[in-house]
């Protein structure tokens, strides 16, 4: 496993939880990453993404205010800030690598990582 995600558990709505993305055998700062999520039943969405250096990020509406992706290079790891969250937003959170590094728009995502289950209780 190149990438491993850790950091979901079960919140009460209007909780937080913190996601990391850590890689062991991939330079994150080679790519673009993201977060995507998957609740049963539903497709696979896009929640954040985060271009090479950080400068460049994008997120679904539905957590815009709320979550906030973000990167350490030196650590090789990257973030999910999750806020004020919703029973909606229960899912398996999964981060992935794309190129291009430089955007966040039409990217390949070519690793993925195993998911890490958020659960929020209303």
């Known amino acids: 496993v190149q990438l491993q995600a850790s950091g979901g558990g079960l919140v009460q709505a209007g909780g937080s939880l913190s996601l990391s993305c850590a890689a062991s055998?991939?330079?994150?700062?080679?790519?673009?990453m993201a977060w995507f999520r998957q609740a049963p039943g539903k497709e696979r969405e896009l929640v954040a993404a985060i271009n090479w250096n950080g400068g460049s990020t994008t997120y679904a509406d539905s957590v815009k205010g709320r979550f906030t992706i973000s990167r350490y290079n030196a650590k090789n790891t990257v973030y999910l800030q999750m806020n004020s969250l919703k029973p909606e937003d229960t899912a398996v959170y999964s981060c992935a690598a794309g190129t291009p590094k430089s955007t966040v728009w039409g990217t390949r995502y070519h690793y993925w990582g195993q998911g890490t289950q958020v659960t929020v209780s209303s």
């Open positions: 055998t991939l330079t994150l700062s080679n790519y673009a």
